[in-house]
T-cell receptor, first 113, second 116 residues
């Protein structure tokens, strides 16, 4: 069961521009995580935001969480060609102790120089 | 360096054959996961475990089996019952789930399985 839905499915921008991708989910969560996947590789954890947090920063990444709207956004500022990858949100549901993360289908970001 | 190693990188299966994908971790993590990823799709959970030798089925466990006898190794067997096994398989680990808090997962670089 996939809970997270990323939007847009694909995004193309120029180097130096900001990239914003969104994630919506359906059930209550304990935290929400963002991951990056380069083509043909495994996922890399970027940032985790807890359900009682509204905003979090890590370098050029800014994540917001609105639990009332069940949505999150990932902003990458001053994008670089190396940011080209797929980005996934993953939610940790509160129902069921020990339940695994649920991943969305991802946003494919292309940054051209 | 600690991490997760998946092997082989590419694997081919004949009809009616079982194949086993290897996943080794040296992160001393207590939770392990297997995912399947189809082109342009997200990750679908096959099996996971929070305790050695105690497995939980994910969303698409049919046609797959796992074993976890020692912490460092969590192999996945794709059986002949899995009729459409062509996909990218990812193994991940994490520190144990804590009350109301899923932990970040560390991933291997995957195995691409194809049917001959």
């Amino acid at each position: 069961s996939q809970q997270g839905e990323e939007d847009p499915q694909a995004l193309s921008i120029q180097e130096g521009e900001n990239a914003t991708m969104n994630c919506s989910y359906k059930t209550s969560i304990n935290n929400l995580q963002w991951y990056r996947q380069n083509s043909g590789r495994g996922l890399v954890h970027l940032i985790l935001i807890r359900s009682n947090e509204r905003e979090k920063h890590s370098g050029r990444l800014r994540v917001t969480l609105d639990t009332s709207k069940k949505s999150s956004s990932l902003l990458i500022t001053a994008s670089r060609a190396a940011d080209t990858a797929s980005y996934f949100c993953a939610t940790g549901p509160t129902e069921g102790a020990g339940t695994a993360l649920i991943f969305g289908k991802g946003t494919t970001l292309s940054v051209s120089s | 360096d600690g991490g997760i190693t998946q092997s082989p990188k590419y694997l081919f299966r004949k009809e009616g054959q079982n194949v086993t994908l290897s996943c080794e971790q040296n992160l001393n993590h207590d939770a392990m996961y297997w995912y399947r990823q189809d082109p342009g799709q997200g990750l679908r959970l096959i099996y996971y475990s929070q305790i050695v030798n105690d497995f939980q089925k994910g969303d698409i466990a049919e046609g797959y089996s796992v074993s976890w006898e020692k912490k460092e190794s969590f192999p996945l067997t794709v059986t002949s019952a899995q009729k459409n096994p062509t996909a990218f398989y990812l193994c991940a680990s994490s520190p144990p789930y804590r009350v109301y808090s899923n932990q970040p997962q560390h991933f291997g670089d995957g195995t691409r399985l194809s049917i001959l």
